[in-house]
């Protein structure tokens, strides 16, 4: 029995000394002949894979494995696997991160989410519209962790003031002595505490920093200050409970799927741009996959997932509790409520400040100089330089420098005569506090093992394998992936599952003549269908956090959206997809060996 504890503690510590150990035989050179390398790079990844998906070890160091083992093993040299970990999709993504700190660091944010809120009004189910339109157009360009803890405390804050104005109301209502409520600070959310006190918390710490180095503290921090500042969330009326929980859902829901309109909006699409530039390094491919390319097809697929999810939220938490009970939430004084609190809240943040415009003005720039680097409409601004030596990592890290430099107050003398300090934007003391240097080796792990799966031959062995799925037509195989990919996410890491299958789908678009992008698009697009469990994906875990939320809501909500947004995604792919890739021929970039171009019709 003294056994069972030890086991309990350690498993994971056993688990991943076993792993290796049970699959030596796949790097011995008797068994596998001139097979040996390709077999040994699949050593690695079934490695690499099962401590992604149980978590053995920190999911960012286990990207540090093929900077190990594929030296010792002879699959490749250090210095080309170590190439991997900084290559231009790594800064490209570096780049993004440093714009989306920055908007933190000047809390545009905050300014921007207030603003969309006096402008949708004052019922919760526009409330809800506009934080989801708030957290999707953040999260196209901030990760989707970041921008879910930026925008959960304003709607927590919310949602608490929408609650006490219920309560108020009803109790005047009823004629039932009530104690004064005294009038909320600048800065400060209503917590409803035991029955002699109530206090207020400070909107700015209400949650943890949104740039923690691991989004493992982002979840653990928002755990222990909702812990400290508990909201008395079961002494709701059943309204005010559904109305708390689509509100917070909203706010993840949104970070996830605004996440992959873009190339920088998910780590998933990182990866996905990654590979497909190591697998397709040619002056052709790197025309056709470009930021703006990407955008014209997932941004349409993105607004018309976000519209279904506000309809469904809005039928689950409004309109169904409405039809079953008859009892509306909808009250013109708590309207009228909301709408004070949203232009106090507004005004306190006073003028626009020259940090601010700054930091939009140049996230504007980085989003224009994506865009209309190789438009494909157009002739692009690259042309002007020496062809194909700028991506889209340029502009990027070029942003990214320039907040560095850029100062945060205006160079004008003030009314004493005297010149205002200096401060950049951003400071290397926020870099070294804020960035998130696992996604980073994350990210340059996925390279590394796509890398090494083409350098050691491991391609051409799954390539011989994937064959025997020739028979299912692209569609189905397409529907199957989908499907596969959005439920394998709900629990295992989005960004594992990314780095396994886009390698595969590769290959077995390669081996049935299908253009790569038919298979690599869904797989990517469909890790971000995360929304049914709290492990799914960070934004899931951070508002389950909040407490305003059971596993059996987010079930609820979550599945249906799972397979409505799956078929979106597939309906888009044939449609926008089709028109802007071309996916119903096999392209030039591709290896023709052995493949002549085929069309498919679905």
């Given at each position: 029995m003294s056994v069972l504890p030890f086991l309990k503690s350690y498993w994971k510590t056993l688990a991943a000394l076993l792993i290796p150990i049970v699959l030596l035989p796949l790097v011995l050179e008797p068994l596998f002949g001139d097979k040996i390398y390709a077999a040994r790079c699949g050593y690695v990844m079934i490695i690499m894979g099962s401590y992604w998906v149980l978590e053995l070890v920190a999911i960012p160091i286990t990207g540090l494995l093929p900077a190990i083992l594929f030296p010792l093993l002879g699959v490749q040299k250090a210095e080309d696997v170590c190439i991997n970990y900084f290559k231009d999709s790594v800064m490209l993504f570096v780049g993004g991160l440093l714009v989306a700190m920055a908007v933190e660091e000047t809390n545009l944010h905050r300014r921007i989410a207030l603003r969309v809120l006096l402008i949708v009004g004052a019922r919760p189910y526009w409330i809800m519209a506009g934080f989801m339109i708030v957290s999707a157009g953040l999260s196209m360009f901030i990760s989707n962790t970041a921008t879910t803890a930026m925008i959960l405390p304003i709607a927590v804050a919310v949602t608490v003031e929408l609650n006490r104005h219920a309560v108020t109301l009803q109790q005047s209502r009823s004629t039932i002595e009530m104690t004064p409520i005294q009038h909320q600070s600048s800065n400060s959310v209503y917590i409803e505490g035991s029955e002699e006190e109530s206090k207020t918390r400070p909107l700015d710490q209400s949650f943890p920093d949104s740039s923690a180095a691991n989004i493992a503290d982002v979840i653990e921090k928002a755990e222990a200050q909702f812990e400290d500042a508990e909201i008395n969330f079961k002494s709701l009326s059943p309204r005010q409970q559904e109305i708390s929980k689509a509100l917070v859902l909203s706010v993840a829901y949104a970070a996830s799927i605004g996440g992959m309109a873009t190339l920088t909006g998910t780590l998933t699409n990182v990866i996905f741009y990654g590979q497909f530039r190591e697998q397709y390094n040619n002056a052709a491919a790197r025309e056709e996959l470009t930021y703006a390319s990407f955008s014209f097809f997932a941004l349409p697929t993105m607004i018309i997932c976000l519209i279904v999810a506000w309809c469904w939220l809005t039928f689950q938490f409004f309109l169904f509790p409405y039809l079953r009970s008859r009892v509306s939430e909808h009250d013109p004084e708590i309207d009228r409520n909301m709408k004070q609190m949203f232009r106090r809240k507004f005004s306190e943040l006073g003028p626009v400040r020259f940090a601010e415009m700054s930091a939009l003005a140049l996230f504007l720039t980085l989003v224009v100089l994506w865009f209309f680097r190789a438009p494909g409409f157009m002739a692009g601004w690259d042309t002007g330089f020496r062809q194909h030596f700028i991506t889209d990592a340029t502009p990027a890290v070029l942003i990214?420098?320039?907040?560095?430099?850029?100062?945060?107050?205006?160079?004008?003398?003030?009314?004493?005569?005297?010149?205002?300090?200096?401060?950049?934007?951003?400071?290397?003391?926020?870099?070294?506090?804020?960035?998130?240097?696992?996604?980073?080796?994350?990210?340059?792990?996925?390279?590394?093992?796509?890398d090494g799966v083409e350098k050691s031959g491991l391609t051409d062995v799954l390539k011989g394998v994937l064959l025997t799925l020739s028979s299912i037509p692209p569609l189905g195989i397409c529907a199957i992936l989908a499907l596969i990919v959005t439920f394998c996410t709900e629990f295992a890491s989005n960004s594992a599952i990314a780095t396994i299958f886009i390698p595969l789908v590769i290959q077995l678009a390669e081996g049935t003549c299908v253009n790569p992008l038919y298979y690599m698009l869904p797989v990517t697009i469909s890790c971000s269908f995360a929304f049914m469990f709290p492990v799914a994906t960070p934004p899931n875990a951070i508002v389950f956090s909040s407490g305003f939320l059971r596993v059996i809501d987010m079930v609820k909500a979550g599945v249906v959206l799972n397979f409505v947004c799956m078929g979106i995604m597939i309906g888009s792919l044939h449609t926008f997809g089709y028109w802007v890739f071309h996916l119903d021929q096999y392209p030039e970039w591709a290896p023709q060996e052995n493949c002549t171009a085929l069309q498919f019709h679905n």
């Open positions: 990214g420098f320039l907040l560095f430099l850029w100062p945060r107050q205006i160079p004008v003398r003030g009314t004493d005569g005297k010149w205002p300090k200096y401060q950049a934007i951003l400071t290397w003391k926020v870099i070294a506090r804020k960035f998130p240097w696992d996604v980073v080796l994350l990210l340059g792990g996925s390279l590394a093992l796509a």
